[in-house]
């Protein structure tokens, strides 16, 4: 059902879109540059196109929109379950100062923890650190994290990426805690799973359990 309606999200964005990124099966980055003289005011544009799956599809959408696609990640997350959030160019920085470093993509648990451990809870402050200073506290990566920190981005895309991972998941239609009943529902997905790789003759390194409550909140732990 996941790839179904992945692959209809797809069929419609492409109407409408010059270029896609398919970040996982279901998340895409849309590039809209250039299509102002196209559509007009592009706020709208985005709110009608979203109005127009969630009919078609039967689905609820969340929405970034943002000049860089660290922005849109974070102001879509914002979004859920279903909404448009857009930052005015310019404005990035501001948006993220109060959010908590958590926010930022590639901030882990170990990472967070370490931040934390320093007094680093916000973005703003994750900003204002030297980043000679980060560098020391987190290398390389920390350099990374210190530009999304201030707003910046990456703003390339790539149409055809090679696939880096696979997934299966379940949704309920009733909240659960039932724990007999999740672990076999985790078993049978590991079981798809673990057919899948043997059939594409793929090797894993690393599995990820995802947990998603009901208010969206998620919980994700990796081995």
Same mark, same amino acid.
């Given at each position: ?6 692959? &209809?999200?797809?069929? /419609?964005?492409?109407?409408? /879109?010059?270029? /896609? ?20 005011? !592009? ?9 127009? !799956? ?9 929405? =970034?929109? &943002? ?17 448009? @959030? ?19 993509? =590639? ?12 007094? /680093? ?5 994750? &900003? ?10 987190? =290398? ?6 210190? @530009? ?24 309920? &239609? ?11 529902? @985790? =078993?049978? !997905? ?34």
């Amino acid at each position: 059902a996941y790839k179904f309606y992945s692959q &209809a999200v797809l069929k /419609i964005l492409k109407k409408y /879109i010059p270029i /896609i990124e398919q970040a996982s099966i279901d998340e895409f980055y849309l590039d809209l540059t250039g299509c102002k003289n196209l559509y007009g005011d !592009l706020f709208n544009f985005t709110w009608k196109l979203k109005k127009h !799956l969630e009919a078609t599809l039967k689905l609820p959408l969340s929405i =970034g929109m &943002a000049t860089n696609k660290h922005i849109a990640k974070v102001a879509s997350t914002l979004a859920k379950p279903s909404s448009l @959030l857009a930052v005015i160019p310019g404005q990035e920085k501001t948006f993220l100062s109060q959010l908590s470093v958590s926010h930022i993509q =590639g901030i882990g648990k170990q990472t967070l923890k370490t931040l934390n451990e320093r007094g /680093i809870k916000t973005i703003n402050q994750l &900003a204002a650190i030297p980043i000679e200073d980060i560098s020391k506290l987190l =290398g390389k990566w920390g350099i990374a994290l210190h @530009l999304k920190a201030n707003g910046n981005g990456n703003t390339n895309f790539i149409e055809n990426r090679n696939r880096k991972s696979i997934s299966a998941e379940r949704t309920f &239609a009733n909240d659960t805690c039932d724990k007999k009943q999740l672990i076999t529902i @985790l =078993g049978i !997905l590991s079981e798809k799973l673990g057919f899948q790789l043997r059939k594409e003759k793929w090797q894993a390194k690393c599995i990820c359990i995802k947990l998603r409550y009901s208010d969206f909140k998620t919980q994700t732990t990796q081995i």
